[in-house]
């Protein structure tokens, strides 16, 4: 029975490790709200995992068999995720090209801020300044979570790998196949943690809007070369 449990968990890592279009958006987006703590990242991980779970609990339940008997839901799945990851790399080229983009160290308080500046002038009246706002570049949690199902249920590759290749191989562990899927769950959840640990760290190299261009231009090409990948597959 343990023997199944670390089959799930090392296949699963094993395979979800691969440079892939979910793994690169959790790190751009846990980079991008570095400076205002790990709540956006670990609401992204949250929902990678329970993407997971829901994926692996079915392709060890014998979703796979079905999927093998209807290939047009895979075809249509294909070419969706296509026409979504070319549109995300379209995107990320165009912010290396504008540029402009750096991380926010801080996580103001709107509610605490400091007092105005003021300017005397020569007849003792006070004007009050006002700061301009600060350009942030952090992104609203709902578009995020969205984007985020969108590159999991939409890649024909989640369903190759989390549904069909776990599920098919959860069958050689017979009685012990939801032990292997509790493996399995259990290497996503470590692997999303890493990716959120792992982005905080990497922020502290990308606080300049040169570094987020060269990112976004990583970013495009990745993006772009899976799309094509799936296209011509």
Same mark, same amino acid.
């Given at each position: 029975?343990?023997?199944?449990?670390?089959?799930?968990?090392?296949?699963?890592?094993?395979?979800?490790?691969?440079p892939?279009?979910?793994?690169?958006?959790?790190?751009?987006?846990?980079?991008?709200?570095?400076?205002?703590?790990?709540r956006?990242?670990?609401?992204?991980?949250?929902?990678?995992?329970?993407?997971?779970?829901v994926?692996?609990?079915v392709?060890v339940g =014998?979703f796979?068999?079905?999927?093998?008997?209807?290939?047009?839901?895979?075809?249509a799945?294909?070419?969706?995720?296509?026409?979504?990851?070319?549109?995300?790399?379209?995107?990320?080229?165009?912010?290396?090209?504008?540029? =402009?983009e750096?991380?926010?160290?801080?996580s103001?308080d709107?509610g605490?801020?400091?007092?105005?500046?003021?300017?005397?002038s020569?007849? =003792?009246?006070?004007?009050?300044?006002?700061?301009?706002?600060?350009?942030?570049?952090r992104?609203?949690?709902?578009?995020?979570i969205?984007?985020?199902?969108?590159?999991?249920?939409?890649?024909?590759?989640?369903?190759?790998?989390?549904?069909l290749l776990?599920?098919?191989?959860?069958?050689?562990?017979?009685?012990?196949?939801?032990?292997?899927?509790?493996?399995?769950?259990?290497?996503?959840?470590v692997?999303?943690?890493?990716?959120?640990?792992?982005?905080?760290?990497?922020s502290?190299?990308?606080?300049?809007?040169r570094?987020?261009?060269?990112?976004?231009?990583?970013?495009?090409?990745?993006?772009?070369?899976l799309?094509t990948?799936?296209?011509?597959?």
């Amino acid at each position: 029975m343990l023997t199944a449990l670390l089959a799930g968990l090392g296949l699963c890592l094993s395979i979800i490790a691969a440079p892939g279009a979910q793994n690169v958006f959790l790190l751009r987006e846990g980079i991008r709200h570095a400076g205002g703590g790990r709540r956006h990242a670990l609401a992204l991980a949250a929902v990678c995992l329970a993407s997971d779970v829901v994926l692996i609990s079915v392709g060890v339940g =014998g979703f796979g068999v079905v999927v093998e008997q209807v290939p047009w839901l895979f075809d249509a799945a294909r070419w969706a995720g296509v026409v979504f990851l070319a549109g995300y790399g379209v995107l990320a080229a165009i912010r290396a090209f504008r540029g =402009g983009e750096a991380i926010e160290t801080g996580s103001p308080d709107p509610g605490r801020q400091g007092p105005a500046p003021t300017l005397t002038s020569g007849t =003792g009246a006070t004007a009050t300044l006002t700061a301009a706002p600060v350009a942030r570049v952090r992104t609203a949690m709902l578009p995020a979570i969205l984007t985020c199902l969108a590159i999991t249920w939409l890649n024909p590759h989640t369903y190759l790998d989390t549904v069909l290749l776990l599920g098919s191989i959860s069958t050689h562990y017979g009685d012990a196949r939801w032990l292997f899927a509790v493996g399995a769950i259990l290497g996503s959840a470590v692997w999303f943690a890493i990716l959120t640990f792992a982005a905080r760290f990497a922020s502290r190299w990308l606080r300049s809007p040169r570094s987020w261009r060269i990112l976004d231009a990583g970013v495009a090409v990745m993006m772009l070369g899976l799309a094509t990948a799936l296209a011509v597959a």
